[in-house]
Nanobody, 124 residues
Framework: VQLQAFGGGLVQAGDSLRLSCAAS????????VGWFRQAPGKEREFVAA????????RYADSVKGRFTISRDNAKNTAYLQMNSLKPEDTAVYYC??????????????????WGQGTLVTVSS
């Protein structure tokens, strides 16, 4: 499955953005989808993940209450709605697909496919 993440941009603190992760090649419905981010000089960190049916969701503590992950299997797309953005949210955001669709994991190495990343910059 090929993934394409898009929707990033330059925003001010307090603004919102919605990232999309569009899949092609295979149905995304069998995969769990995770969003990760990587800031300059830092390791890739978990942001949010959603199971294949949408019933299992996990968030990093740093984004709970501000970010919402969702998916539309009919559109083969997953989303990350980001509200109340902070400068520390600045990073390249990646989406990943995990073939263990019922398991929602925070570990990047468990994900089988990755999108190319989309840059989110939050100015203060």
């Amino acid at each position: 499955v090929q993934l394409q993440a898009f929707g990033g941009g330059l925003v001010q603190a307090g603004d919102s953005l919605r990232l999309s992760c569009a899949a092609s090649g295979r149905s995304l419905s069998r995969y769990a989808v995770g969003w990760f981010r990587q800031a300059p000089g830092k390791e890739r960190e978990f942001v949010a993940a959603i199971g294949w049916s949408g019933s299992r969701i996990r968030y990093a503590d740093s984004v709970k209450g501000r970010f919402t992950i969702s998916r539309d299997n009919a559109k083969n797309t997953a989303y990350l709605q980001m509200n109340s953005l902070k400068p520390e949210d600045t990073a390249v955001y990646y989406c990943g697909a995990d073939g263990h669709g019922m398991v929602v994991t925070t570990t990047p190495s468990f994900y089988d496919y990755w999108g190319q990343g989309t840059l989110v910059t939050v100015s203060s």
